[in-house]
């Protein structure tokens, strides 16, 4: 906790008081002492005056002895005229001044008191006001009202307790929507699923309904069926294990084993990956850039990455048609660029080409609209960025960025 800043004003302003007050105290003391001095003085001179007038030959420095002299005396003279002196003064001027004097010692310290007592209940009354207003606030985040504000500008412990509970505040506010959004998601993502395996599980039925049903069934359409039941399944396999990758990652409980990695040996393991369907296709994939630029990623899960986004410039691409991949790597970053040359992206397509479930107009019938979405995902976990541009007609570029 910082400085207690409300207490130390108390205290510094008590130690004010007290200052002042000890001042005050001495110049009454001061100016009582002067007082009486000066009614002492007085009488004396004027008894000294009245003995020299009656009686000038005595000596001076008798009567200063005299004065001085601090063997006891008797007092039974001042009696016979009512003065107690060890009670009373022999001026009688002083005792009305000593009243005084007390009644104005006594009233100083009453206000020292008070003035001490209303410093420290000032500051009790801020504390409790304080400690109050934190407690309404408590009871209304507990009504889960998230609302508040109650950023303090100043330093006191009770002001920093309310600045930390502000920030508490904003974080259970965040988690809340959060969570809320959450729930969202999951519904969509719930319901997109739901869509996309309701269509190929009832093809599923259907062709094994067929197979079962009709027992004299060709059996070159018995095969075709098989073929279709196979590659259906592949497709729920592949949209299952996309659901879990992108679903583990959201999660961050994906633990990326990051390291330094060639750029080229990320590539041509993806190529590997879809050189069965670019063989099919008969597309071929060029690779260029400098052998010794590294990226600092998980190699596995960046292949993953940049074998989806070969796959969809490979499913855009014409029979025989090129897909070129070149990169290179500056100060700040290093950058692939994957590049098709075969009918592009519509223009009303291009801004939701990495969103979940989402198929383009020239998408194949067996696409499910996942795999972009994974490579983003992927690709923004392991501190890199990617976008897109495309023509129609012309073709499609992907541009990854790595942040060195």
Same mark, same amino acid.
């Given at each position: 906790?910082?400085?207690?800043?409300?207490?130390?004003?108390?205290?510094?302003?008590?130690?004010?008081?007290?200052?002042?007050?000890?001042?005050?105290?001495?110049?009454?003391?001061?100016?009582?002492?002067?007082? %009486?001095?000066?009614?002492?003085?007085?009488?004396?001179?004027?008894?000294?005056?009245?003995?020299?007038?009656? %009686?000038?030959?005595?000596?001076?420095?008798? /009567?200063?002895?005299?004065?001085?002299?601090?063997?006891?005396?008797?007092?039974?003279?001042?009696?016979?005229? =009512?003065?107690?002196?060890?009670?009373?003064?022999?001026? /009688?001027?002083?005792?009305?001044?000593?009243?005084?004097?007390?009644?104005?010692?006594?009233?100083?310290?009453?206000?020292?008191?008070?003035?001490?007592?209303?410093?420290?209940?000032?500051?009790?009354?801020?504390?409790?006001?304080?400690?109050?207003?934190?407690?309404?606030?408590?009871?209304?985040?507990?009504?889960?009202?998230?609302?508040?504000?109650?950023?303090?500008?100043?330093?006191?412990?009770?002001?920093?307790?309310?600045?930390?509970?502000?920030?508490?505040?904003?974080?259970?506010?965040?988690?809340?929507?959060?969570?809320?959004?959450?729930?969202?998601?999951?519904? !969509?993502? /719930?319901?997109?699923?739901?869509?996309?395996?309701?269509?190929?599980?009832?093809?599923?039925?259907?062709?094994?309904?067929?197979?079962?049903?009709?027992?004299?069934?060709?059996?070159?359409?018995?095969?075709?069926?098989?073929?279709?039941?196979?590659?259906?399944?592949? !497709?729920?396999?592949?949209?299952?294990?996309?659901?879990?990758?992108?679903?583990?990652?959201?999660?961050?409980?994906?633990?990326?084993?990051?390291?330094?990695?060639?750029?080229?040996? &990320? /590539?041509?393991?993806?190529?590997?990956?879809?050189?069965?369907?670019?063989?099919?296709?008969?597309?071929?994939?060029?690779?260029?850039?400098?052998?010794?630029?590294?990226?600092?990623?998980?190699?596995?899960?960046?292949?993953?990455?940049?074998?989806?986004?070969?796959?969809?410039?490979?499913?855009?691409?014409?029979?025989?048609?090129?897909?070129?991949?070149?990169?290179?790597?500056?100060?700040?970053?290093?950058?692939?660029?994957?590049?098709?040359?075969?009918? =592009?992206?519509?223009?009303?397509?291009?801004?939701?080409?990495?969103?979940?479930?989402?198929? =383009?107009?020239?998408?194949?019938?067996?696409?499910?609209?996942?795999?972009?979405?994974?490579?983003?995902? &992927?690709?923004?976990?392991?501190?890199?960025?990617?976008?897109?541009?495309?023509?129609?007609?012309?073709?499609?570029?992907?541009?990854?960025?790595?942040?060195?």
């Amino acid at each position: 906790m910082k400085n207690k800043i409300e207490l130390k004003k108390a205290i510094v302003l008590s130690i004010i008081v007290t200052f002042l007050f000890t001042i005050l105290f001495l110049v009454i003391l001061y100016k009582e002492y002067t007082v %009486y001095t000066k009614n002492f003085n007085e009488k004396i001179s004027g008894i000294f005056n009245e003995i020299i007038e009656k %009686y000038p030959k005595i000596e001076k420095n008798e /009567l200063i002895a005299i004065l001085n002299e601090a063997s006891n005396r008797n007092y039974e003279l001042f009696k016979e005229y =009512g003065i107690d002196l060890q009670k009373a003064s022999a001026v /009688l001027i002083n005792d009305t001044n000593f009243y005084k004097f007390v009644f104005l010692d006594v009233s100083l310290l009453l206000f020292f008191v008070i003035s001490l007592y209303m410093i420290f209940l000032r500051y009790n009354y801020k504390k409790d006001k304080k400690i109050e207003e934190i407690t309404k606030y408590i009871e209304e985040i507990n009504q889960k009202n998230y609302k508040l504000d109650i950023e303090d500008n100043s330093e006191d412990e009770l002001s920093i307790l309310k600045n930390e509970l502000y920030k508490t505040t904003v974080m259970l506010k965040e988690v809340a929507e959060n969570s809320l959004k959450d729930k969202i998601n999951i519904k !969509n993502s /719930l319901e997109d699923i739901s869509h996309q395996l309701k269509t190929p599980i009832t093809s599923i039925i259907i062709m094994l309904d067929n197979i079962l049903e009709n027992k004299n069934m060709d059996e070159a359409i018995r095969k075709d069926f098989i073929k279709d039941i196979k590659r259906e399944i592949n !497709n729920i396999k592949f949209l299952v294990e996309s659901i879990l990758k992108l679903s583990k990652i959201d999660s961050n409980s994906v633990n990326f084993l990051k390291k330094e990695v060639k750029i080229e040996e &990320i /590539l041509l393991e993806s190529v590997k990956k879809v050189s069965l369907l670019s063989e099919l296709k008969k597309v071929s994939i060029e690779i260029s850039g400098n052998n010794t630029d590294k990226i600092f990623c998980d190699f596995k899960w960046q292949v993953e990455a940049i074998t989806n986004i070969l796959k969809n410039c490979i499913e855009h691409s014409l029979e025989n048609g090129k897909i070129k991949v070149s990169y290179e790597q500056n100060k700040v970053y290093s950058k692939i660029i994957i590049r098709d040359f075969g009918k =592009g992206i519509d223009c009303h397509d291009l801004p939701h080409i990495f969103e979940r479930f989402y198929k =383009g107009k020239f998408s194949s019938s067996d696409s499910i609209g996942i795999g972009l979405a994974l490579s983003k995902s &992927i690709i923004e976990s392991n501190n890199g960025y990617i976008s897109v541009e495309s023509e129609l007609g012309k073709g499609t570029v992907f541009t990854l960025k790595y942040l060195i």
